[in-house]
């Protein structure tokens, strides 16, 4: 980098701000945006717009008044019309306009990995009424999946194991759904053994990946990650196989197209299923802060800086041999809070691992939403995982 370079992020939640942190240590202006104010990246960024990413116009006048060298998406809800415009003007979005406009709506990236790739994936049908989503259930077979094709963190999923449960599944997708798009996936219920969030960095040195990511999630959102996952050699070869050949796809022909995704899969008896991916960090990659020597958000800078990315065989190293983290999560509506307990939940750090605590900064807290992470090391999974989660349990939110 020859000069300061001025980054854009278009959403501020905590994933963008541990990417204001990575990308401050290397010198670059950050402008972080988003619809509200005081938002976890805006309180650690240079400079800070407040507007709908869904506002078409908002968003250009605030791309031209700021000049960026690099639009960086952190969120969906984005007029990726306008990012497409933009990027035809000359502008580096990241990793490319195409992946915006694609993962933006689930539908958009299933189609292009079922059909256009050729990647496994489960059965699915689209439905944009309450009755389109019973008739797909009708032939496609319960149990099924229904997820908005707009959404953030898993909001608006649920599990159908009935017509009545697939109706209630359309209005709970609806009502949580991101955008101005009534429209839902309806996808079988895939009988997997676990599921995986494969970190993979494209760079100009080529791709890298992670170690598999194991997760859980709640009510579609997660609740907790760890790594590295245990995971048999073939099916991880062909996870990354799949991830490579859809992170390629996305940034085909665009020559800024670098940067870290977010590529989910099912892990069955008889293989590797794609499921979802985010061209951005992952929330389940909050695990990465303690477990490895540069964390999602740091290779997520360096590959859009063009940046060297140290790796062994195209993999990241760890700093660990396991980790863990557990979110910390609000259960009400509430505008005045604190915080307690943190010092006991870092007191539990020790021979037994290291323990981390991250608080997003959020202003408000709402039921369900995370407000922050527990991080921790262990002998192995099973004690990481015990250890977060007892240092999530020990940090109380005090509601005034």
């Known amino acids: 980098m020859s000069h300061i370079v001025k980054i854009m992020l278009l959403g501020s939640g905590e994933l963008g701000r541990e990417f204001v942190i990575s990308a401050k240590r290397l010198g670059a202006y950050v402008i972080a945006c988003d619809s509200y ?16 990413m869904l506002d078409g116009d908002a968003l250009r006048a605030a791309i031209e008044k700021h000049d960026p060298d690099y639009i960086v998406p952190e ?51 689209y439905a944009e009424s309450r009755e389109e ?7 496609l077979g319960f149990p099924l999946v229904v997820k908005p094709v707009m959404s953030s963190s898993g909001k608006g999923q649920s599990k159908a194991n009935d017509a009545k449960e697939l109706g209630e599944a359309w209005d709970y997708a609806v009502a949580n759904m991101r955008g101005d798009r009534a429209r839902v996936i309806v ?30 999630q709640e009510r579609g959102d997660y609740q907790e990650s760890w790594q590295p996952a245990a995971m ?42 794609f499921s979802e991916l985010s061209p951005r960090p992952h929330d389940t990659g909050m ?10 958000f740091d290779l997520h800078a360096r590959a859009i800086l063009g940046l060297p990315i140290p790796h062994q065989d195209g993999s990241i190293a760890m700093a660990s041999e396991a980790a863990a983290s557990a979110v910390i999560l609000a259960d009400r509506d509430c505008e005045k809070f604190s915080y307690r307990g943190i010092d006991d939940a870092l007191a539990l750090g020790g021979s037994q691992g290291a323990v981390d ?15 922050g992470v527990a991080l921790a090391t262990g002998g192995d999974i099973g004690a990481a995982r015990s250890l977060a989660a007892e240092a999530a349990g020990k940090v109380i939110i005090n509601y005034r």
């Open 232 to 273: 048999a050699k073939a099916d991880l070869e062909q996870a990354k196989a799949m991830a490579a050949q859809v992170v390629e796809a996305l940034c085909a022909g665009n020559k800024w197209g670098y940067g870290l995704f977010g590529v989910e899969f099912f892990v069955c008896k008889d293989g590797v299923v």
């Open 75 to 125: 969120i969906e809800a984005i007029r990726t019309e306008i990012l497409a415009e933009m990027e035809a003007e000359g502008r580096n979005i990241i990793p490319s306009a195409k992946a915006a406009q694609l993962t933006m709506n689930r539908d958009a990236i299933r189609d292009m990995a079922a059909k256009e790739l050729g990647l496994r994936t489960s059965g699915y049908e």
């Open 187 to 216: 996808e079988q219920f895939i009988d997997f053994d676990y599921e995986i969030t494969l970190l993979t960095i494209r760079t100009q040195d080529g791709v890298r990946f992670c170690s598999p990511v194991g997760h859980r």
């Open 37 to 52: 104010d005081h938002a976890p990246a805006m309180q650690l960024a240079d400079d800070r717009e407040v507007f709908s």
């Open 287 to 296: 695990v990465t802060l303690i477990s490895q020597q540069l964390n999602q």
């Open 357 to 371: 605590i991250r608080i997003f900064g959020k202003p408000v807290t709402r039921p369900y939403r995370r407000m």
């Open 133 to 139: 989503a019973l008739a797909a259930g009708e032939r």
